[in-house]
């Protein structure tokens, strides 16, 4: 349920840089973000996972002070999105959901101009992004027209755009969104090299990226966060299950119908066996089947993986 | 200075999409061209007319105060000398004048006794505006012949003002041409604020601290260029056309300028309130082209219910339009077109405080 905004004053935490109260965001009917609290340490790289319309980037509108909150306001590094909005954007650098560049500028053109807009230093905006063109690999094009450009390379400099002014805190929105496994990998690599020295929030609904990346992830789904935590906290704690797949031979109907009265989930198909339940025994398993004139050739526990705590805590598949 | 960071990329932009920017210069000269042959020509109802009666006889007032005060079409105002009339033909509160000679009354007199007499009165107009002029002719000799009641025609002495130069058809139709021209940049004016808008681009330019009146004169400054330019073409087509400005050329540019501001001005609200490029186009389609009607650049709004000129009146191209007439026809001065001078300064500077005051309620929605 929404509450009213809490009267309670928003009290700034050094070691936070992001803390938001009751932040909550309503369209009409729907609430896109439903009474999130949520703090992100300084230099920790935070990921927001979830579906489409979950409320990733409603809720970084409301931190990018692009969108006013309904309700329940955020500190940006110690600034209230609310009170000192031109604070707050002069201490982030925002790469959006989409890949928004100025076509007919080249790519120094267009990292010039956001750190004109940031208000740097000529001097300074002139080095920082040649910098930034040689870092994201885009030298050999830095004066071509963005428009001529691919893909990868609009999303490289997407990303780059967000950093001219050096920012203690940046946010990506989607920043793999559309690219193809191999670039994902090269902008991966780019953003955790980020993550060493600047607080990075990011949003994705790729359970790779979120577990590959992330210090921690908020799991987001009908504009609430239901669960948080390391990606590994997240799939021991939220998971109370285990899953054994044994691929074997010879499995007689009687063996499979009495492991389906013992375990609570058990699935047989093409001679793959998957047996679910809260507390299984590999070796307990193995030794029957074994017993039971079944021949195997394989048998493993599989690991669980975000997709299975999404599945867990919300009843549906983060793809669809 | 962010707004000269956003200018000169909205400039870059404009002048690297080649055809975007032969669109932007051609597309209201094509439009211009087209509507002036079609509509150009003045429709009026009703003239100013000054009396200079230098005879002030029984007859002369009669004939003021009774036979061309009934004539419907026609206003009839006193001057006390020709020179007064004149300045007012100027100032554009009169478009003719009649000067009556002393001995008018004993020569209509002698007429009606059958003796021979001569009725002479003189006429001067504004030939700028061709039309008005011809009617005012055969107004006034028919008045005069019903006065008379005689059948022999009165000589109306024609004395058109050619002050300076001789004056042409383009004279008076090439003004509401241009301010025509001015009026459609209103739906060019945003496109790139709108384009922004499309793209997401101008909502990740607001994650930066640049403030809503940076964007606005960021987004205006490059549109100011074109119009600069604009304004110089129309000029120069106008004068190929056969223009010729009687008055000074710079007060007329400074009163296209202050048009352009206007409409580039209205430009920057439509596009902070639109949400999309579509909806801002049509918007601004939909604003302007009954404006351009109802401002009186093709024809003389006079004929017009006077709700509809109270509105037109509320915006800057009637004004415009007036006053660029009188420059360019009557060689009028900044005494003569110095409230709708004013009224576009006004105009202009309250058109980017309402955009800028849209455009920061449009940043947070």
Redesign the interface.
Same mark, same amino acid.
């Given at each position: 349920m929404i509450t009213e905004t809490p009267l309670f004053e928003a009290k700034p935490d050094d070691s936070f840089a992001i803390q938001t109260f009751n932040l909550t965001r309503i369209f009409g009917k729907v609430v896109a973000v439903d009474n999130i609290n949520l703090n992100v340490k300084k230099g920790e790289l935070f990921a927001f996972l979830g579906p489409n319309g979950a409320g990733k980037t409603t809720s970084i509108s409301m931190l990018c002070c692009l969108l006013k909150p309904s309700s329940g306001t955020a500190l940006v590094m110690g600034h209230d999105i609310n009170k000192s909005p031109y604070q707050v954007k002069s201490v982030i650098g925002v790469s959006p959901q989409d890949t928004t560049l100025s076509d007919f500028l080249t790519p120094i053109e267009n990292l010039e101009l956001f750190g004109n807009l940031h208000r740097l230093p000529p001097k300074q905006v002139k080095e920082r992004a040649r910098e930034l063109v040689e870092t994201m690999g885009l030298e050999d094009r830095a004066n071509d027209q963005v428009r001529r450009f691919s893909g990868g390379m609009k999303r490289r400099l997407n990303i780059a755009m967000a950093l001219i002014n050096d920012p203690p805190l940046i946010i990506l929105d989607e920043p793999t969104l559309g690219l193809d496994p191999q670039s994902r990998r090269v902008v991966w690599k780019y953003i955790a090299r980020l993550k060493k020295e600047k607080t990075v929030l990011l949003t994705t609904h790729y359970l790779e990226e979120a577990d590959f990346l992330a210090d921690r992830i908020g799991i987001i789904d009908g504009g609430k966060i239901v669960a948080l935590g390391t990606a590994l906290d997240l799939k021991t704690d939220m998971i109370d299950t285990r899953t054994i797949v044994v691929k074997a031979w010879n499995l007689a109907q009687k063996t499979i119908a009495q492991l389906q009265e013992k375990y609570e989930d058990v699935q047989v198909s093409n001679g793959t066996m998957t047996i679910t339940d809260k507390q299984v025994d590999f070796k307990e398993i193995v030794d029957y089947l074994h017993n039971s004139g079944a021949i195997i050739r394989s048998a493993h526990i599989k690991e669980p993986t975000l997709d299975d705590v999404f599945i867990n805590i919300t009843g549906k598949e983060l793809r669809e | 200075? %962010?707004f000269? %960071?956003?200018f000169k *990329?909205t400039l870059?932009?404009t002048y690297?999409?080649a055809l975007a920017l032969l669109f932007l210069l051609a597309f209201p000269l094509v439009f211009m061209l087209l509507f002036g042959f079609a509509f150009g020509g003045e429709i009026s109802v009703n003239y100013g007319v000054g009396i200079v009666d230098n005879d002030q006889s029984e007859i002369s007032k009669g004939f003021t105060d009774n036979a061309l005060q009934s004539a419907d079409m026609l206003t009839v105002k006193n001057y006390a000398s020709a020179d007064d009339a004149l300045a007012n033909i100027k100032l554009g509160n009169i478009s003719s004048y009649i000067v009556i000679p002393e001995g008018f009354g004993e020569e209509v007199m002698l007429i009606w006794q059958k003796l021979p007499g001569e009725i002479k009165l003189d006429l001067i107009y504004d030939e700028s505006d061709l039309s008005t002029a011809s009617n005012i002719i055969s107004i006034i000799n028919s008045v005069a012949r019903s006065y008379a009641n005689i059948e022999i025609p009165i000589t109306v002495k024609t004395n058109p003002i050619n002050i300076e130069s001789k004056i042409t058809q383009m004279d008076f139709i090439a003004p509401g041409i241009i301010v025509f021209g001015l009026l459609i940049m209103i739906p060019t004016a945003g496109r790139i604020m709108l384009r922004d808008k499309g793209? *997401?681009?101008l909502?990740?330019?607001?994650? $930066?601290? $640049?403030?809503p009146w940076e964007f606005i004169v960021g987004y205006s400054l490059s549109m100011v260029i074109i119009a600069i330019i604009q304004v110089f073409v129309f000029i120069l087509l106008g004068w190929l056309f056969g223009m010729d400005i009687i008055g000074n050329i710079w007060l007329a540019l400074v009163i296209f300028v202050l048009t352009s501001l206007c409409s580039i001005g209205i430009g920057m609200v439509i596009a902070s309130l639109a949400k999309s490029e579509n909806q801002g186009e049509a918007l601004s389609w939909l604003f302007s082209m009954p404006l351009a009607i109802i401002s009186g650049v093709w024809f003389s709004i006079e004929f017009l219910p006077s709700y509809v000129r109270i509105f037109a009146d509320s915006f800057p191209y009637s004004h415009a339009v007036s006053a660029a007439r009188a420059i360019i026809t009557r060689g009028a001065g900044i005494e003569a077109i110095g409230s709708d001078l004013l009224f576009l300064v006004i105009w202009t500077i309250a058109v980017f405080v309402v955009g800028t005051f849209f455009f920061r309620r449009n940043? *947070? %929605?």
């Open positions: - | 200075m %962010s000269l %960071s956003i *990329r870059k932009e690297r999409d793209t *997401r681009f909502q990740r330019m607001m994650t $930066t601290p $640049t403030r940043m *947070r %929605s």
